[in-house]
Each structure stands twice: as C-alpha cells, then as structure tokens.
C-alpha cells in the first residue's frame, strides 16, 4: 500500500511534464533557426536543425467539364432519358432536343460543337484536395527528449498534404532512476524530462477555433447564402471552347470579373451591330443593350473593387501566423487539420440581364443545377496532440488522407504500473529527502541516452562531497545531555 502512495505521487510529478513529441509551429526562415523555447546558443556554436515538414491544409477543387453538343442525341439514350428540354427558337431544327441532366463523378469525351447552339452538358467531378496555397505552411516539427525513446513517422505527400502519422515513444526515465540509485545518489528532486515547458495535456484532445471571416452565420454555417460565395458559379461564359475546363471553386470576386468581361463583349457586339443596323429599329434595339452593358459594368466594377479590398484584408487578418497563434494560445499545438462538410454546388446558366433568346443567339434560358458535395470547411480548424506517456510506451497513430484526419488510434498502458515497477526504496529516496539537501537535475540531453563516465564521475564526486560534510557535521554536533 505505501508503494502504491508513494508511486501515485511520483506519477503526479512526472505526468505533469509529459511534453508532446509533435508540435506545429511557424514555417522557420531556416532549419537552422532554434525553437522559441530552447535554449540560448552562444554566437561561435551552431543551433541544432529542426526536424520537421511543411504542410499544408486541405482546401477542395471541383472539377466542372461543360460542352455543347452538335446534334440532337437520340430520344432513347442513357445520357438523354429523363432529361429538361431547351427550346432555341433561333436553332428550330434542335427545338425537340433534350438537355442531358448533370452526372456527377462522370469522365467525358467532348467532340467539336458550334458555338451558336443552345444545348449543354455539363459534369461535375468529384471534389480534389489541393492545398490551400492562401498562407504560409505551418511546420509539423519534431520535439526530441533526453529521457526518451522516439519512432516518429511523418508521410507528407507531393501537394505537402499530410499522409500519415505514426509515433511510438518509450520512457526511460523509471531506467534512469534506478541507475542514479545504483551509484548512490540521493535526489531531492528527479525531472527526467524538461520541465521548463510542461502544458497540462490529455492524451489525445480535439479542439476547435472559428475563423469569423469564414463563416458568416454560426448557427447555420451550412446554408446556401453563406455557402454560394464560395462553391458558386452564378455565370459560366456562353461561347465555351472544345477542350474540356477544371474550374476552380471562385470566390465572389472572381465571379464578378468574369461577369464584366462577359458584359465587355456583349458591349462591343452590340456596337458592332449598331454599325451594321438597317434601319432606326435595330438601331434602337442595340443601343438600349450597349448602354445596359455601361450601366452593369459601372455597377459591377465598383462591387468587384469592394469585394477585393474585403479579401485583401481577409486575407491578412487569416495569415497563418495569425490562425496559429489563435490556436495555441497558451498551450502547445500537436497537428492541425480541417474535417469536410457538406456544401451546396450550384450552377446557374443564362443571361447577365433580362434578355431572351429571340434577342440574342447565343442565349438560352435560365438554367440551375444543384448537389451536395463534401469539402474541407475553411471556416473551422482542429488540432490533435501527440504527447509521450510517463514511465510507459505511448503509441500514436494518426490515421490521414491529404490532410483530413479520418482516424485516431492510442496505445497506452498505465503510467501507474510503471512507476510501481520501480523499487520502492527508490521510491523513498527520491520523495523524502529534505529540499534543503542536495539537488539534482537530470539535465535536458538530445544526442545521449545514457550518461557518460565524466557525469557518473562528478556525480560520485558531488556525494562524496555530500558525505563527508554530513560525517563533519556528525563529529562537531555536541553530545546530548541525559535529563533527570
């Protein structure tokens, strides 16, 4: 029973210092540069490298192949049945086509259409994780322990998105004391790891920290308002090319210079037309859509200039040093990640403003897809901590698909047992010697498992030392007097 106390106490002592094994920090200007918590290196010494990666956070792309058919499919094939119907009056001889429906995730092979007719097919891939190149990459570090035996594997793919994480860590610090014992030292105090740095961390903890430029509305982060700034395309160009595009997800910005140069070119085809009119009717006509086209572009540049000077300051306030020092604010960070949501992917196609298809020949109804998709939300960012175990071995292993976490498997036996393992007069030894008497500290060592001759020979020498003070006190102390 006393030595199940006495190991209490020293795992109380010793798991209080349990330091994390991987930790992410700001991208170093150089491997070369220390920790912010290490030690001062003198000028004619050379800081240790930094072992670690840079990665990056997963952001998605979506994939959007759209093309225009040359000739009317037949009325029995698969990509046919079922299918909307777009009636061009200015192509009769396609007014009983059907207009194929969006099948997602579906490869396609694009033959060479006109660009005058209004049928389109339109594909929507399964959404790619790419990094997300906005900030800088955080760095996945490695925090090494003299006391500790560490099997660390850090699998970062070609995109630098995290592929997998295995740690193992075994504790010699229960070794360390018996052999300190073994040569008769006695320790006031015994830290066998740094204890500079010791965050009180679970074993494995989620946390969470919003990003408020994100995510406008946090008690419904997934409605289609909130979302359609960043997976909608509200206007695809009407004179597609041959080749089959991957577009990227736009941000609203984007959006609204496409619709400008959209306008910019209706604009001109309308004063060419203007010089080809015949009479004062057509004259009227594409006056009215080239004076509409000054009035939108005025509009939209002035919008499109907000828009950028809000994601100009986005985009600072979101740095990564920024989100990083949100995130581990008081506190040492393990791995960062982000977890998929579902979003809402619309597609809308048709005309800038109010205009028809008898009035324009490359225009064609409005028309709206929609279907859920699951990406990486931007607007949430977790972390998991990857910590060693005192006086046991800790496993840890991270199970990561281009930087989503999808799996979180721990290894780890009691600490209790392993300090009961420990013999229990060096339990006593290091728990009940007077703080006044000697003290130690078992000395933070990166490169050294065991400690060399010259320290076992100037720790003999500090308790020979220690010895004969206490024999020196022993001989002068005066003799007690018996009392009658």
């Known amino acids: 029973m006393k030595k199940v106390i006495l190991a209490s106490i020293l795992l109380l002592v ?3 210092c349990s330091t994390p094994i ?22 004619s010494s050379t800081a240790p490298a930094r072992i670690g990666v840079p990665y990056y956070l997963p952001q998605a792309l979506i994939p959007i192949t759209i093309t225009l058919a040359t000739n009317k499919p037949p009325a029995d094939t698969p990509e046919t049945k079922n299918s909307k119907i777009i009636k061009d009056k200015k192509t009769p001889e396609l007014a009983d086509a059907e207009t ?22 339109v594909t929507i891939g399964a959404p790619l994780l790419i990094p997300d190149t906005s900030r800088p990459p955080f760095f996945l570090e490695y925090n090494p322990e003299s006391a500790t035996e560490d099997d660390i594997k850090i699998g970062v793919g070609a995109n630098q998105l995290l592929q997998t994480i295995e740690a193992t860590s075994i504790d010699k610090s229960g070794e360390a004391i018996i052999k300190l014992a073994e040569i008769g030292i006695r320790l006031a105090e015994i830290m066998a790891l740094d204890g500079s740095q010791c965050p009180e961390l679970e074993p494995v903890k989620i946390f969470t920290y919003l990003d408020p430029s994100s995510v406008k509305n946090e008690a419904s982060p997934f409605s289609i308002d909130d979302l359609n700034d960043l997976l909608t395309l509200n206007r695809v160009p009407m004179k597609f090319s041959v080749t089959p595009v991957s577009v990227t997800v736009p941000k609203r910005a984007g959006v609204l210079q496409r619709k400008i140069d959209d306008l910019k070119k209706w604009k001109a085809e309308s004063e060419k037309n203007l010089k080809n009119a015949k009479n004062n009717e057509e004259r009227s006509t594409y006056n009215k859509y080239r ?17 950028q000077n809000k994601a ?35 597609l809308s196609f048709g005309p800038e403003i109010n ?8 225009c064609v109804d409005p028309q709206t897809h929609q279907m859920m998709v699951m990406a990486p939300n931007k607007g949430r960012v977790y972390a998991v901590d990857v910590n060693r175990g005192a006086l046991i071995t800790k496993k840890t292993n991270l199970t990561i698909v281009d930087g989503m976490l999808t799996k979180i498997d721990v290894t780890k036996p009691s600490s209790l047992i392993g300090v009961i393992n420990i013999p229990l007069d060096i339990l006593k ?47 002068v102390k005066p003799a007690a007097i018996p009392v009658k």
Do not use: C
């Not at 004076?291 to 907000?306: P, R, Y």
């Not at 986005?314 to 791995?335: F, H, I, P, Q």
């Not at 205009?355 to 020949?361: E, K, N, T």
């Open 355 to 362: 205009m028809s298809v008898q009035d324009h020949p490359w």
């Open 429 to 475: 030894l290091v728990l009940s010697v007077p703080g006044e008497l000697l003290t130690l500290r078992v000395k933070r060592i990166r490169d050294e498992r065991d400690m060399t001759q010259a320290q076992a020979e100037q720790l003999t020498y500090e308790l020979q030392k220690y010895n004969n003070n206490k024999l020196l006190q022993d001989t």
């Open 100 to 121: 194929p429906a969006v099948k997602p995730g579906t490869p396609m092979s694009p033959t060479p259409v006109s660009q005058k007719i209004g049928q389109y097919e």
């Open 14 to 16: 010793m798991s209080a």
């Open 312 to 346: 100009t300051d986005a985009e600072t306030s979101n740095s990564a040093t920024n989100e990083l020092e949100e995130v581990s604010k008081d506190r040492t960070t393990g791995l960062l990640f982000r977890t998929s949501v579902p979003y809402v992917l619309e």
């Open 22 to 43: 991987l930790r992410t920090t700001k991208f170093p200007n150089s491997i070369f540069t220390p920790p912010s918590d290490s030690v001062s290196y003198p000028k």
């Open 291 to 307: 004076d509409t086209a000054n009035v939108a572009i005025g509009t939209m540049e002035k919008e499109l200039k907000e828009q």
